[in-house]
């Protein structure tokens, strides 16, 4: 479906200038909220054992088997603009999110994507509970997102924003005179939040991930001596770094982990959007977040 037409022939209905309509939809992304509490039509599996390909062993970090979160059937998924998912097919996502939070290493994430077609079985490599959760079905609804800048807070003061800060907020003002009713739109098109969600496919990926890639960008960038980042002009290179890569990163998928230990846990992969529509799911990076 072509979301984005349909938003712009709402919005034009209202009376919103074209152009600015379009600066708008530059902003705007779709994520697919997936859930287990509804009745539509089942896109994809939480837990239990996952279907792999004939002779494919169960991904391990090397020395122990992944945990088994949930896959997605790529082909019953709703089409989104501009995200780059494979259009059949199946994506299985596996994950240690307390060893990925503990070590920030790749090797306790993956992503296994399975072409359509492919001979599968349903894997027994893992029979451990701490491996194979409850297993149920999850359907799929989209929800309507926004960069994390995307209109400061109303309540805070334009002296307690960055100079980049109020740079934004003044592009803001002077590019989307109608910001807080597109907003508004495309909240009603595609609503927020209704409920426990099991798991995010799209949308924008977590600020303070791709904040921590700006971070080391510029770092490696210093480090072979390209650029020279004088410690007081840190931090705003960093905020411009980290906005930029904002629109080079999607995120996979994202999803609440259950933990006892925590308030709260969760995991999630991000990606390339080049990467994604080049079929390179191997560079999908894992994240993971423990909060006591």
């Not at 929800?143 to 400061?152: H, V």
């Not at 803001?172 to 910001?179: A, G």
Request: glycine letters at 10%; charged letters at 25%.
């Amino acid at each position: 479906m072509d979301h984005q037409g349909q938003f712009r022939r709402a919005a034009l209905a209202l009376g919103i200038p074209d152009d600015e309509v379009s600066r708008f939809i530059q902003h705007l992304r779709l994520s697919i909220r997936l859930s287990g509490r509804s009745s539509g039509v089942p896109v994809g599996q939480f837990g239990g054992l996952p279907r792999l390909p004939l002779g494919v062993d169960w991904p391990s970090d090397g020395v122990s088997p992944l945990p088994f979160i949930f896959s997605i059937d790529c082909a019953a998924l709703p089409r989104v603009d501009g995200f780059g998912l494979p259009a059949d097919g199946s994506l299985l996502f596996f994950l240690n999110h307390e060893q990925a939070a503990a070590t920030g290493e790749r090797r306790y994430g993956r992503v296994v994507y399975v072409p359509a077609g492919t001979d599968t079985e349903v894997a027994t490599g893992s029979t451990d509970d701490a491996f194979v959760g409850e297993q149920y079905d999850v359907s799929a609804t989209l929800r309507a997102e926004f960069p994390d800048w995307f209109g400061a807070d109303e309540d805070e003061d334009e002296d307690d924003l960055s100079p980049f800060q109020q740079q934004l907020a003044g592009d803001l003002e002077r590019d989307l005179p109608h910001l807080d009713e597109l907003c508004a739109l495309a909240n009603d098109l595609w609503p927020p939040d209704n409920g426990y969600a099991s798991a995010y496919i799209g949308g924008y990926a977590d600020g303070e991930v791709i904040k921590s890639f700006a971070e080391q960008t510029l770092a490696w960038r210093e480090k072979i001596g390209e650029i020279v980042v004088p410690v007081a002009k840190w931090y705003s290179q960093v905020e411009r770094e980290t906005h930029r890569l904002t629109s080079e990163w999607v995120s996979l998928a994202r999803f609440p982990v259950d933990n006892e230990l925590y308030y709260r846990s969760d995991g999630g992969f991000v990606i390339r959007h080049d990467d994604l529509a080049a079929g390179r799911l191997d560079e999908a990076l894992s994240m993971a977040e423990l909060i006591p």
